[in-house]
């Protein structure tokens, strides 16, 4: 082998090891500081590692495996159970807002959920202020915030999203137009249409669990 390609060779597999590393760092931050960007958390890792290269820095989907596997491994023990809490959270407050054809997205959703996660819904209204003023309606105080999101085709817009607490648990809605029923906006983690749920699919869920906890 000349030594040009044998150099090539080892810078390739340096490359890989780091993005590894990095990713296997920015799990780790994820789960124990609660930070929920992908982006601010690789960044972070890779500076503490003292990796600078930015072909290191690994994409957001491996940045989710390590996290499962770093909650496999580390928090094996609470995160099912922090992550049922939310998703039965999730089916009341969906049933609480039923008018609004609430989904689940999220880390809720995907399974990533920890003690830091909230439980994020979209809600659908061609007012975008009727969902706050209901929730206000029912004496539950609200902090406003507007979050960018982007669509197919490269399309940007901006949201209301509404945040509150209940028994502990933070709360993350995001209010969209009725039409956005049929396309969801881009998911942070693949750039694909972000994966939604109904609240019968999420009691789906919760049964499948049940199943598999029987029979184990």
Not at 13 to 20: A, K
Not at 166 to 186: C, K, N, S, Y
Request: contains cysteine.
């Amino acid at each position: 082998m000349a030594r040009g390609e044998h150099h090539r060779i080892h810078a390739q597999d340096r490359t890989q090891r780091n993005r590894v590393l990095v990713a296997q760092e920015a799990a780790r931050l994820m789960s124990e500081h609660g930070i929920r960007d992908f982006h601010h958390a690789k960044v972070k890792a890779a500076e503490r590692l003292g990796i600078v290269d930015t072909q290191a820095l690994p994409r957001n989907q491996e940045i989710e495996e390590a996290l499962r596997e770093h909650q496999r491994i580390f928090h094996g023990d609470t995160q099912p159970h922090l992550l049922r809490a939310r998703r039965e959270a999730a089916i009341e407050a969906m049933r609480f807002l039923r008018s609004f054809d609430s989904r689940l997205v999220g880390a809720v959703l995907e399974g990533t959920a920890d003690e830091h996660s909230a439980v994020c819904l979209h809600v659908y209204s061609d007012d975008p202020e009727a969902p706050g003023l209901f929730l206000q309606e029912q004496g539950i105080p609200l902090e406003t915030q507007t979050r960018r999101l982007r669509w197919p085709g490269n399309e940007q817009s901006e949201h209301t999203v509404l945040l509150f607490g209940a028994d502990g648990i933070p709360f993350d809605i995001t209010v969209l137009p009725l039409d956005a029923l049929r396309q969801a906006p881009l998911d942070r983690v693949d750039e694909r249409p972000m994966r939604r749920a109904t609240r019968a699919m999420v009691q789906e869920l919760l049964a499948e669990e049940d199943i598999a906890a029987f029979n184990s």
